[in-house]
């Protein structure tokens, strides 16, 4: 593990892609080893460890820069051990390939995959706030329900980033057939200022860029699986729907009805666990919100949502069919009454950051 609280990396452009390319004037070659020279400036300050798990370290970091420029970002140290594994190698580099493209403010951002000292780290947009697992857990201490209205909302701007995610293509025009198969509480960040960012691509499929073995293989929690997911079924972008809906299920009940401390009981339950009527355990779940959950758990994916899209749609149809609901700015002060939080700068409470396993 590296013990240096600054760790230095070097960007090196594509050769095709060479920012001095911009300009068609040839280049001395005195200008080229500066342009180089520029691009190995690139350091890390390390200033508080956020999280620690089996397969690393997660810091919040300052990027310095000249003239006294500072950014604040989230260094993810991956551990010696498994930086050296081959397919380790591939899955860390395949994530930071597929993310570094998906560009969307309800997608948490990384800025730049590394490797020095024998460690693969990654720079990603630090987001200054709790996850959605805290923030259910708050209100299981204060013996409350989060808002009906809150949650559709913050649900639907993870559908918001899914429509994205599930629709992009690369740059000759392929779709990528992103799927993210790890929708859960922990992956989905909710920011002081009321963003609303899914994050850890890390078990994702996508064209070209991950490799994978579904039929094999499970993929993701046990708990907040698809069907396909758990009957080892390959899978395409409705399986993120069915653990949509478990999500928004449980920020509105305070509970994963699917969960069992026995996994491979929550993956009997995803299969074959009655759905229940959603109004009936929280009265204030209106008929459209209980329709999208119910069309959420639909088992036959040809039943389910086709797309995250139609989703937000619906949750937006619930939301704002009065001309008013929820907003980023509202879910912010929400969370910063419920969290106590005077200074936005000081986090609240320590945080297991979702990017470490």
Do not use: W
Request: one cysteine or more; charged letters at 25%; proline letters at 5%.
């Amino acid at each position: 593990m590296l013990s240096n609280s600054t760790l230095t990396a070097g960007i090196r452009p594509k050769p095709d892609l060479h920012p001095c390319q911009l300009s068609s004037a040839p280049l001395s070659s005195v200008a080229v080893a500066a342009i180089k020279h520029i691009f190995n400036e690139l350091h890390y300050e390390m200033t508080r460890k956020i999280a620690e798990g089996g397969m690393g370290v997660v810091y919040e970091a300052v990027q310095l820069g000249a003239g006294n420029f500072r950014k604040v970002v989230a260094v993810k140290l991956i551990r010696e051990e498994y930086s050296a594994l081959e397919q380790f190698q591939q899955n860390i580099i395949g994530e930071a390939r597929l993310v570094a493209d998906l560009i969307h403010t309800n997608i948490v951002q990384t800025y730049h995959l590394g490797h020095v000292g024998g460690q693969y780290f990654m720079v990603m947009e630090f987001v200054r706030g709790i996850n959605l697992e805290q923030f259910i857990e708050r209100h299981r201490q204060l013996g409350r329900p989060v808002p009906a209205d809150l949650a559709a909302f913050i649900i639907s701007r993870v559908a918001r980033g899914l429509a994205y995610a599930h629709n992009k293509c690369d740059r000759e025009g392929r779709h990528l057939n992103i799927v993210h198969r790890d929708i859960g509480p922990k992956n989905i960040m909710l920011a002081y200022e009321g963003d609303v960012k899914l994050t850890d691509f890390g078990i994702a499929k996508a064209l070209d860029l991950m490799y994978n073995e579904e039929g094999k293989v499970i993929a993701g929690k046990d708990e907040y699986l698809s069907p396909e997911q758990a009957s080892y079924v390959v899978t395409d972008a409705r399986a993120d729907l069915f653990p949509l809906g478990i999500v928004l299920s449980e920020v509105l009940l305070s509970r994963n009805v699917f969960y069992s401390t026995e996994r491979a009981q929550s993956r009997r339950n995803i299969l074959n666990l009655a759905i229940p009527q959603f109004s009936s355990l929280r009265p204030d779940i209106k008929p459209d919100l209980e329709a999208i959950l119910q069309r959420c758990f639909q088992r036959d994916r040809d039943r389910r949502y086709q797309s995250a899209l139609d989703i937000l749609t619906d949750l937006e149809m619930h939301l704002y069919r009065d001309g008013y609901g929820p907003t980023n700015e509202k879910l912010g002060i929400y969370i910063k009454d419920l969290f106590e939080v005077r200074d936005p700068i000081i986090p609240a409470l320590p945080t297991r950051h979702p990017h470490v396993k």
